[in-house]
Structures are given as structure tokens and as C-alpha cells.
């Protein structure tokens, strides 16, 4: 006799299907259907084929492959995709877990160690996945005392205003999540919320720990965010727009950083302050504060800060390409998509199958794109050489590099800028355009 | 969609002031003035004004947030604040805010503002700094040497003779 349904009874159990059916009816007829009709209102749909697309025609793409590309494509240019995969989100998140698994093993070759080694086989290359499962498994402890609604909120502030970071950086023509007229404004104004969040978290956490390293956090941040500033005006001087699609447009004959040295190694130097890097990484140091500001975070809460701290280094290493290394420009490397294909088809033996809508993307996004990540790498290397070289610096010295030297650079960076313009050399109007 | 957003950024503006003003934690009530501040950024950014906003946004919440912040946990309260619990003052302080409301709305309203054309493109931030070197360069000049002297006052104000730094690298 079966142990699992002692009381088994055929009648009830089809009652049961019964009851089953009758609750799939009701949620779809309340839920389901109010949903289709509020994406009929409220969406614009595109045209496909001469035909106005709708949510029952969208169910039968699978059937009608002559429709598949072309709605592909047409959610390709959708804001949802612009900022969950492409530019922003999906593709940012993937660049930076691949910096951190990078990063590890860059650092234990400079200092010739081995790095992962175990987890995948291959060199550890699927040490990163282990990390993810185990965070994600781990209880999220918060300490008795702290200040809850500020500590559960800072984690997600953070990533928050991370994402609205990258979502600023043009990866390529055209591909860019918000490109708003004021763009390096904007970039300014979400920088200045990173050391609100830091101290804040740290003052939640009720830690003697996370309130040094969150202190800390703040001299620091709001020490290198006014050199950061001034670094950047140089830039827009010279090519009169605060758009950053447009300053990488004002770069296609020439990159910022052969006149602006100055300036871009200020900007790089703030960079590392503002990412807490070594060898500015005094609100984690990690051998005599534990870990600074992130020292009472556990499991996916300090999962999620980690996210948000290589998402931010990804868009400073972005803004760097974008400000000084010309962006998305570069040589056309990428092959063409071949012309057979779009106006015969494949062909195959005896089959010839036609696909509407082909090219998926322009030869010139994807280039661009190529250029950009090229560029972006490059730099994020950068940022990771100093860990692997340099020793901590000590907190005045930081305050005093900031204050008063980068500055001082920063100044003669913006004076350089301004006697290019006025020499008529530069700039909107200027003989090298 | 314009009125919703102007009634939810008023409620949120309005309703983080006077939480900034009631709450008893002093972090919480920063962190209210902050919200405040940013309703007041998402205003100027429905009036097609994105420069101020963003200003707005990097200046306010970015720095004197900041400030703010760092005040209260620096300082400990017991020695800046006194409770003064008196209902009468809460009383007449919410009248005096009616009524100088009122006078500054009728003065507003009285000033033609209603006339204004609401459908002008927004004024490009070039067209601003133009202005700034050009019509108004005598007040930017006053501005630059009234920020210029107060930073200079502030730096004399903090610097200490008598403390000897042994540890000084430089």
C-alpha cells in the first residue's frame, strides 16, 4: 500500500483537477487578458510586414519565421532592451563580472601567485559562478542594532546609482540608454550621491568599523569629486557640448587626451579615488579597518555592493573612453554583412531559405561597439595595475594630493584648454576641426 | 501625465519638508531635506530647465546634503539643541507660514505670470553661460569675488599655528 496518498480517492482527485482548471480560467480571465489589453493601449507597437502588430499576433512568431527577425529587431530598438541588455544594464553586468574574475587572476600573475585555480577546470574560470552561488546561499545577517531601513536600503541605493551611471555612457552611435542634452552634468550629479550612500550605510550598520571607513569614505569621495569636475571642463571647452554622444563626435579626427595629458591623468587619478583603489582604498582597507564601510554586509547584500562597485568602475573606465580616448571611434575593421544573403537568401543544395530583415545590426554598431570595448578593457586595466604595484597611502596625504595638488593640475589643464580655443586652434570654430 | 507627475512631485517635496522639520532622528531629517531638495530638482526638470536640475541635483543633495550629514554625526546634539516643546509656538509658526504663502502667492499671481507662454522651447544652457559673460557679467564678477573672499575667509578661519604636524611627509 502506498504510503505517500493513504487516502487516495479517484473522485476527489478529479475533483481536484477540476478545481485546478477552474483557478487557471479565473487568474487568466482577471490577470491575463487585463494584461493584454493594457499593453494593446498603452504600448506603441511597430509595424511588421505592413501589419500592425499585436499581442496575438506576436504568438505566432514562432510559426511564421518572415516575422521573427523583424519583431527581434524591433525590441532590439525598444527602451526595455536599451536599458536591460544592450547598453546598459545586461551588458555592463557582464563586463564587469568578467573584470572581476580578470582582476583576480591579473593581480596573482603580477605578484606571481596562481589565482583560482580549481573551480572549472580550466584556470578557475568558473570560480566567479562559486562566488555568486555562495553569496547568494548565505544568510544576510544584520547586526541587532543597527539602523535597519537605511541598512536594507543601502545596498540597493548603491546599485541603483550605479546602473544610473552606466545608463549615461554612449557605447556606440546611436546606442545609448538616456542621452540627455546636460549629459556630463548628470554624470556629475550621480556621482555625488555615491558618498551619501557610503556614510549612511555606515552609520547604519552601528559599527565602529563602518564608521571610520564610511568617514573615511566621505573626506575622500568629496575631496576627489571637485578635481574630477574640474578635470572634465577642459574637455568641454574644447568641444562646446556637455552631450557626451556629442563630445565623442567632436573626436573623430583627433582624441582629447594628445591635448589634454594633463587633464585626463587628473581625471584617471580622481577615478581611482572615487572607485576606492588601491592605492586610495582607505574606506576598505581591509588589514586595519576590516573591511571599511562594508564590513557588517553579508551574503547577496554584499553581493549586490560588489555589483554596484564594478558596475561604477565600468562607467568610469566608460567615461574615460568617452571623454579622452574618442569613444566608439576606430578604423572599420568589421567585415560587411554579405549582400547575397539579404537579397538571395541561403541556399542549400536544393532549399533556399529567405530571411526579411536580415542585418541584425549596422555594420557601424558593431564596430563602434568593437572600438568601445577595446578602449573600455584597456583602461580597466589600468585602474586594476596600480592593486598588484602600490602600498596604501596615508589619509592626509590623500586629502593633500586632492586638495591642493590636483587641483592646482586641474586649473592648468582648464588654462591649456583656453588658449587653444582663444589661439583659434581648437574648439568650435577653430582651424583643426 | 505632466499633473500627475507635478502632484506626486508636490506631495513628495511637501511631504519630506515637513518630515525634515518633524522628525525627532536628526539623520532621518537629513535624509528628508535630501529628498526635498531632489523634488525640488525634479520641479525644475518639469519646467525644462535640465541644467538647473542637474545642478540642483550635484550642488544640493551632492554637497550640502553632505554637509549636513557630516554636522550631525560629528557633532553630538545634546550640545547644540535644546528641546523647546510649545504648542502655541508650533501654532503661530504654521500661521506665519499661511499667511506669508498667501502674500507671496498673490504677489505671484498678481505679477502676470499667468500670461506666460508655456509652450517657449527650453532655453539652451548655451544661451545662459552667453548671458552670464555678457548682460549679467557685473553680477557674475560680484559672485566670483563674494564666493572668492568667503573661501579665503573660511581658510584663514581653519588654519592653526600652533599645531605641529611631526608626521608630515612633506
Given at each position: 500500500m502506498s504510503t505517500i496518498a493513504p487516502q487516495f480517492r479517484l473522485s476527489r482527485f478529479i475533483g481536484s483537477l477540476f478545481d485546478l482548471i477552474f483557478w487557471v480560467i479565473l487568474i487568466f480571465s482577471l490577470v491575463g487578458l487585463p494584461i493584454v489589453f493594457i499593453v494593446l493601449f498603452y504600448i506603441k507597437l511597430p509595424v511588421i510586414n505592413n501589419q500592425l502588430m499585436t499581442p496575438y499576433l506576436a504568438m505566432t512568431w514562432m510559426a511564421d519565421p518572415s516575422r521573427t527577425l523583424p519583431i527581434v529587431k524591433s525590441f532590439m530598438h525598444t527602451t526595455i532592451f536599451k536599458v536591460m541588455a544592450f547598453p546598459g544594464f545586461g551588458f555592463a553586468a557582464l563586463l564587469a563580472a568578467a573584470t572581476i574574475f580578470v582582476e583576480r587572476k591579473f593581480l596573482a600573475k603580477m605578484q606571481l601567485r596562481v589565482g583560482p585555480?580549481?573551480?572549472?577546470?580550466?584556470?578557475?574560470?568558473?570560480q566567479l559562478m562559486g562566488d555568486g552561488f555562495k553569496l547568494m546561499s548565505k544568510e544576510i545577517i544584520i547586526p541587532a542594532k543597527a539602523d535597519k531601513p537605511i541598512f536594507w536600503l543601502g545596498p540597493l541605493l548603491f546599485v541603483g546609482a550605479a546602473g544610473a551611471f552606466v545608463s549615461l555612457i554612449p557605447v556606440a552611435p546611436g546606442w545609448v540608454v538616456a542621452n540627455p542634452n546636460v549629459g556630463l552634468l548628470a554624470v556629475f550629479a550621480v556621482i555625488g550621491f555615491f558618498p551619501i550612500i557610503a556614510v549612511l550605510t555606515a552609520w547604519a550598520a552601528n559599527s565602529k568599523w563602518t564608521f571610520i571607513g564610511g568617514l573615511r569614505a566621505l573626506h575622500q569621495m568629496v575631496a576627489f569629486e571637485i578635481p574630477l569636475i574640474l578635470s572634465l571642463l577642459g574637455v568641454v571647452i574644447l568641444s562646446g557640448s556637455l552631450n557626451l554622444s556629442q563630445i565623442v563626435e567632436s573626436?573623430?579626427?583627433?582624441?582629447w587626451i594628445a591635448f589634454l595629458p594633463i587633464g585626463a591623468i587628473v581625471f584617471f587619478i580622481t577615478i581611482l579615488a572615487e572607485l576606492e583603489r588601491?592605492?586610495?582604498?582607505l574606506p576598505e582597507a581591509e588589514s586595519e579597518i576590516v573591511a571599511g564601510w562594508l564590513t557588517e554586509f553579508s551574503g547577496m547584500m554584499y553581493g549586490l555592493i560588489q555589483l554596484g562597485t564594478y558596475l561604477k568602475l565600468y562607467a568610469f573606465a566608460g567615461l574615460f573612453v568617452v571623454l579622452f580616448l574618442g569613444g566608439w571611434n576606430g578604423p572599420m575593421v568589421w567585415p560587411p554583412f554579405p549582400q547575397d544573403i539579404i537579397t538571395q537568401g541561403i541556399t542549400i543544395g536544393p532549399v533556399t531559405a529567405k530571411f526579411p530583415g536580415l542585418p541584425l545590426f549596422d555594420q557601424d554598431m558593431l564596430n563602434g561597439t568593437l572600438w568601445f570595448v577595446i578602449k573600455t578593457v584597456g583602461v580597466i586595466l589600468l585602474i586594476l595595475l596600480p592593486r598588484g604595484v602600490f602600498p596604501r597611502v596615508r589619509i592626509d596625504m590623500i586629502l593633500h594630493t586632492g586638495w591642493y595638488k590636483l587641483i592646482g593640475l586641474a586649473f592648468i589643464n582648464i588654462f591649456i584648454a583656453l588658449g587653444l580655443l582663444y589661439a583659434g586652434v581648437l574648439g568650435p570654430g577653430g582651424l583643426l576641426q | 501625465m505632466v499633473d500627475s507627475v507635478f502632484l506626486a512631485l508636490s506631495v513628495l517635496t511637501i511631504g519630506s519638508a515637513i518630515a525634515a522639520l518633524e522628525i525627532r532622528s536628526l539623520i532621518y531629517g537629513s535624509i528628508a531635506l535630501m529628498l526635498t531638495l531632489s523634488g525640488v530638482a525634479g520641479f525644475f526638470l518639469l519646467l525644462d530647465a535640465p541644467f538647473v536640475a542637474m545642478f540642483q541635483l550635484s550642488v544640493y543633495v551632492g554637497s550640502i546634503a553632505v554637509l549636513i550629514l557630516f554636522t550631525v554625526m560629528l557633532v553630538r546634539r545634546e550640545l547644540i539643541f535644546n528641546k523647546v516643546e510649545d504648542k502655541r509656538r508650533r501654532y503661530a509658526g504654521i500661521g506665519l507660514m499661511i499667511v506669508l504663502m498667501l502674500g507671496i502667492g498673490t504677489i505671484i499671481i498678481g505679477s502676470g505670470l499667468k500670461t506666460m507662454d508655456t509652450n517657449s522651447p527650453a532655453v539652451d544652457y548655451k544661451k545662459i553661460g552667453e548671458d552670464f559673460l555678457t548682460y549679467y557679467s557685473p553680477a557674475l564678477i560680484v559672485m566670483a569675488l563674494i564666493l572668492a573672499s568667503s573661501i579665503i575667509g573660511a581658510m584663514t578661519l581653519a588654519r592653526r599655528e600652533d599645531v605641529i604636524d611631526g608626521q608630515r611627509a612633506d
Open positions: 585555480l580549481y573551480c572549472g577546470k580550466i584556470e578557475g574560470i568558473l573626436q573623430e579626427h583627433f582624441w588601491v592605492p586610495f582604498d | -
